[in-house]
């Protein structure tokens, strides 16, 4: 005889804790959004307010190159109506040629510090690269000492032991002190970063080949790191250009001057034609300018490069 079956129970509603919920739409679900959206609208609004004041400068010293003296003073930032060429007519006509020479002077110094720098320091960067990894952190640490120490401090030992060697007021002493500041430390750490990328076995190989430590360099490591070469360049190019200090107290005022210090020279003594002066700066940024255009490929590929790392 089978045994008796319970009866089923019949399932009614289930009943739960939970309150009920409510019909009305939560005010809290369209707050993300509409946060995000101010958020990036915050975010363009300090990026736009950023440009403009790296950019306003830079419009202002370019549109007063061509407005009179009197337009600049009424209002710098307005458009040079009318256009005029006198501020840079008036500036290359200036009888003591202190453009002309200040240029000169200018593009030898910084053209001279290149030619040192670079092949200097990417030899030093392939040299470093090549030691083991207790050398090489104990010389990059040293290298870093000359970007950590201000060059306004070290500018008076400079100075004095220039005049100790014999090399006070001379271009010479200035391009010496150009190779021996932190110009060197940063190109260096720049050669060191790409060379990492350099695969070891093209260099083992030309070595298995026969080639020696400055073949090996000239040949295979200083053609590969040509985008490290273009932002090397670049970038102390526009430093040594664009220096002040080390002209003014090395050269002095009676030995010459570069294009810097010639703008120094014509600020006048109680009054100052800002006209003539805006002149001046629009012709000392028109070389810096053109060198960046004909290695902006480089530049940027070195750039992109090294971010990639």
């Given at each position: ?9 019949v ?82 006509r200036r ?27 990417s030899?030093?960067a ?62 260096v ?32 490591v ?7 070469t ?58 810096p ?5 004909v290695?902006q ?13």
């Amino acid at each position: 005889m089978s045994a008796p079956v319970a009866p089923r129970e019949v399932s009614g509603p289930r009943k739960t804790n939970a309150p009920h919920a409510s019909r009305r739409p939560d005010p809290s679900r369209n707050q993300g959004p509409r946060r995000l959206f101010f958020r990036e609208k915050s975010r363009l609004l300090g990026a736009w307010l950023i440009t403009l004041a790296f950019i306003l400068p830079v419009y202002v010293a370019f549109v007063s190159a061509f407005k009179t003296q009197d337009q600049i003073l009424a209002n710098p930032a307005a458009p040079p109506v009318p256009f005029t060429f006198d501020n840079i007519v008036n500036a290359l006509r200036r009888p003591d040629n202190l453009v002309q020479a200040g240029l000169l002077n200018s593009v030898f110094v910084t053209v001279a510090t290149l030619v040192i720098l670079v092949p200097l320091s990417s030899m030093l960067a392939f040299y470093i690269s090549e030691r083991t990894p207790r050398v090489r952190n104990t010389m990059l640490a040293v290298f870093a000492l000359g970007l950590m120490v201000p060059p306004q401090v070290v500018l008076l030992p400079i100075v004095t032991l220039l005049r100790e060697i014999g090399l006070a007021n001379s271009y010479a002493g200035l391009i010496l002190s150009n190779v021996g500041g932190g110009y060197l430390s940063f190109a260096v750490f720049v050669y060191v970063g790409f060379l990492r990328t350099i695969p070891r076995e093209v260099i083992e190989a030309a070595r298995v080949d026969g080639a020696g430590d400055l073949r090996l360099w000239w040949r295979i490591v200083f053609p590969v790191v040509r985008p490290a070469t273009a932002t090397v360049a670049i970038f102390l190019g526009l430093w040594v250009w664009n220096d002040f200090l080390n002209p003014q107290f090395i050269l002095g005022p009676l030995q010459g001057q570069t294009i810097t210090t010639g703008i120094y020279v014509s600020l006048g003594a109680y009054s100052t034609d800002y006209s003539q002066l805006f002149g001046i700066m629009f012709l000392a940024a028109i070389i810096p300018v053109v060198g960046y255009l004909v290695s902006q490929r480089e530049f940027i590929h070195g750039l992109m490069s090294g971010a990639s790392k």
